[in-house]
């Protein structure tokens, strides 16, 4: 937390063994009351032109008196100079001002990121400290703005891919922060899974998918599909099986992004699905297209292998429904090929390909995510 100003009251609660140093970095004590619960100390001071930097979890109780809009204002000219100095210094301070400014702040960035990635990822490192804000809305509003940079600049996120798995790895934390951290950890993982697929990493991804909110889950597979992406190799010997397990989650989304992501190891490493041949059967008959379509493609990399497959169900019963997807269709079609021995060229976008998954998975979680029959979005967060 940095305290900056003249003649503010500010309540901050320090060890006792630091109040000493406190008042001798300048810090003019009014009134001290000791607490015999936690053997903490509660301090009033005033701020008396003084600029300190404080690393705490706690956000400091803060009257205001500079406007939300001039603090936005600020920031709106620092990213229309691109001014990387000035707009990192503005970021840095957002932990002394209230939380709802500090949020309209951190939104003001998240809107900028589509325009200039590069500018506002620059100021990554200066807000990570809002992931363990005191208030949760605070560090929810911060891993949305990671989320959205990692999205489109991921290499800005590399420096604090710590700080987001601590976030996934702690228990106690609000599971929608736990949720946007794994989403913003999968981005990067896809140029960087030598830095984000670590053993830990990846136990934490894994085990979540058994116990955590649903709205975890969604975004744990999503993770798991983009760790996939990354480098295959990394799900392949130890995961696949472990994932196919809750290929029958009740969340349609965890459904397709874990069908995805062992597809996309059968890319590499067809023989690797010889494992979960059963789960690939069953989800043919999943009531979700898109699920049936990866477990469709998922079949045809392993008839293309030399491993055997052993009875099928009739894929004439996999796209008879009214007005299937293309995409379930072209899969059924390439099953069928491949159950006949049938091998296409090997060119690029050709089914059964990490550049055929890569393109057009965003659009496919669209459709799946789409407005039901009374307008509303089960899986919109």
């Known amino acids: 937390m940095e305290l900056v100003g003249a003649h503010k009251w500010v309540e901050i609660r320090l060890d006792e063994r630091a109040v000493p140093t406190a008042f001798e970095s300048g810090f003019q004590p009014v009134g ?3 607490s015999p619960v936690d053997s903490w100390t509660t301090v009033f001071v005033t701020v008396l032109e003084h600029r300190s930097s404080w690393s705490t979890r706690s956000r400091a109780t803060i009257d205001d008196t500079e406007p939300a809009s001039s603090r936005q204002g600020a920031i709106d000219g620092a990213l229309e100079r691109r001014d990387e100095e000035e707009l990192a210094k503005l970021v840095g301070n957002l932990s002394s001002i209230s939380g709802e400014t500090c949020k309209a702040c951190l939104r003001r960035l998240k809107a900028a990121v589509t325009d200039d ?3 506002v990822g620059s100021a990554l490192p200066a807000c990570e400290g809002l992931l363990t804000d005191d208030e949760r809305s605070v560090r929810l509003t911060t891993a949305k703005l990671f989320v959205a940079v990692a999205e489109t600049d991921p290499d800005s996120v590399v420096p604090t891919v710590s700080k987001l798995a601590d976030r996934l790895a702690d228990d106690e934390e609000f599971y929608y922060v736990r949720a946007r951290s794994a989403e913003a950890l999968g981005y990067v993982a896809i140029d960087h899974p030598d830095t984000v697929a670590t053993p830990e ?3 934490d991804l894994r085990i979540g998918l058994s116990f955590d909110e649903p709205e975890v889950k969604e975004k744990l ?14 799900l ?10 809750h290929c029958d989650d009740e969340s349609e989304l965890v459904r397709y992004h874990l069908c995805t992501a062992l597809v996309i190891v059968g890319c590499e490493q067809p023989e690797h699905l010889s494992d979960v041949v059963d789960t690939l059967r069953e989800r043919l008959t999943d009531e979700n297209p ?13 008839a293309q292998s030399s491993t055997a497959i052993g009875p099928m169900p009739d894929l004439d019963q996999v796209d008879s429904v009214d007005d299937p997807p293309s995409f379930l269709v072209d899969r059924v079609r390439f099953a069928r090929r491949a159950l006949d021995d049938e091998r296409p060229a090997a ?7 990490l550049d055929s998954v890569r393109d057009g998975t ?20």
């Open 32 to 34: 001290i009351v000791g």
């Open 117 to 119: 990635p590069d500018l």
């Open 201 to 203: 990493l990846l136990a």
């Open 221 to 234: 597979a999503k993770a798991l599909e983009h760790v996939a992406l990354g480098d295959p190799e990394r």
């Open 236 to 245: 392949a010997h130890h995961h696949s099986s472990a994932l196919a397990e």
């Open 290 to 302: 898109y699920v049936r379509g990866r477990a469709a493609e998922g079949i045809a990399l392993l």
């Open 347 to 353: 060119t690029p976008g050709v089914l059964g390909t």
């Open 362 to 381: 965003d659009d496919l979680v669209a459709e799946i995510t789409s407005l039901d029959a009374d307008g509303e979005c089960s899986h919109c967060r």
